[in-house]
């Protein structure tokens, strides 16, 4: 769809591929349907992001989650679609940005970050010390290498790639059980 709303037909060759970047609204398209009518279903894959738009939830949940993702293009739309859902969603790009935001005394429900990550840790050295500072928050560390999995099993694993709607099911599930 360009500017002006007009679909825009994109095609290929068999046995070729296009790479294609959607830019769509968060709510709506075309002023109609749900984005979660047009998506459904589709993946979070390598750094393009595709994100399931779960059902809007009209109240928000009040539960505040950092997502913590080095690659704006997964971040950015599973972020979005993490506050559709309700939560209050704050991001950083990699694990000194989140562990500067946690040191504010902001409040902090739910962290939700990648494994491998630039700075000064990776995203398992970054869930030791959240839980060793603050041990009331849930967390959740992401990665598409299994090998980089944390051996203590002290934190809930989703493996890349993963669909968005999973991960709303996912962190709705572990804030209400805690």
Known sequence: MDASRNLECVSSKTGTSVPVVLILPI???CGNPPIRQIVENLEVIGTIGWATVPELNP??????????????LIRTPVAQILRGAGF?????????????????GAPVDLVFSDIQMPGSMDGVEFARKVREKYAHIVIVLSSGKGALLPRDNQHQFISKPYRAGDVVALVTSLLQQR
Request: hydrophobic share 45%.
């Open 27 to 29: 709510a709506t398209l």
């Open 59 to 72: 109240e928000p949940l009040g539960a505040h989650v950092l997502f913590v993702e080095d690659e704006v």
């Open 88 to 104: 209050v969603v704050n991001e950083a790009a990699n694990t000194d940005e989140a562990w500067s935001y946690l040191q504010t």
